[in-house]
């Protein structure tokens, strides 16, 4: 069973709407939860973090916390095409690793 | 600023060469990460440093060394390189966040593409 898993897609969503992407995780006791956008050919850049349950916003980005569910989601409103990327989650195990998912592509269409 | 920064960012090379990855922080993190990314595999950590001259295997050690003699500099050497070792390499840092709850932030160098022939 991997340990953070995620949809490949590719996820499409047409200019302006709100892409959705999820994220579940089986290690119970993990804290730290991480969004990372990645650019083809490019190295990943983190975009949002979350540690606590519920929400947390950024610009048109908001990430939410579900520990008990054990589930991250990364919601990007009003997308545009220049949001067209991988986007890893990432969950942090134990002595600061990161463990990543397979990454969601998302396409977004002019 | 200049973060994380990986050399050479193209290397092609032969089976059985000895070949080293350069990776240099100026954040002074204590944490250093090297991770390999394939398609249909993901990010997979090799090595990894929790500060001057220590280092632990990752989830795919094999075939690889690393030392870290100074916190700045973390490399990354294929001591007799195979062809399932191209791959894009990418160094990481741990910035270390103190509040409430402390976590840490992962930080990419821009990568290094490897191609064994």
């Known amino acids: 069973q991997k340990e953070v898993e995620q949809n490949s897609g590719p996820l499409s969503v047409p200019e302006g709407a709100i892409a959705s992407l999820n994220c579940t995780y089986s290690?119970?006791?993990?804290?730290?939860f991480f969004w990372y956008r990645q650019y083809s050919g490019k190295s990943p850049e983190l975009i949002m973090s979350?540690?606590?349950?519920g929400d947390k916003e950024d610009g048109r980005f908001t990430a939410q916390l579900n520990k008990a569910s054990q589930y991250v989601s990364l919601l990007i409103r009003d997308s545009q095409p220049s949001d067209s990327a991988t986007y890893l989650c990432?969950?942090?195990?134990?002595?600061?690793?990161?463990?990543f998912g397979q990454g969601t592509t998302l396409q977004v269409k002019p | 600023d200049a973060g994380i920064t990986q050399s050479p960012r193209y290397k092609i090379t032969e089976t059985g060469r000895q070949v080293t990855l350069m990776c240099h922080q100026t954040?002074?993190?204590?944490?250093m990460f090297w991770y390999r990314q394939d398609l249909g595999h993901g990010l997979r950590l090799i090595y990894y440093?929790?500060?001057?001259?220590?280092?632990d295997k990752g989830e795919v050690p094999d075939g690889y060394v690393v030392s870290r003699s100074k916190t700045e500099n973390f490399p990354l050497t294929l001591e007799s390189a195979t062809r399932s070792q191209t791959s894009v390499y990418f160094c990481?840092?741990?910035?270390?966040?103190?509040?409430?709850?402390?976590?840490?932030?992962?930080?990419f160098g821009p990568g290094t593409r490897l191609t064994v022939l």
């Open positions: 979350i540690y606590s349950n």
């Open positions: 954040w002074s993190h204590s944490y």
């Open positions: 440093s929790a500060a001057a001259d220590i280092t």
């Open positions: 990432a969950v942090e195990g134990n002595t600061g690793k990161l463990i």
């Open positions: 990481a840092s741990n910035r270390r966040i103190r509040g409430g709850s402390s976590y840490n932030e992962q930080f």
């Open positions: 290690d119970r006791v993990s804290q730290s």
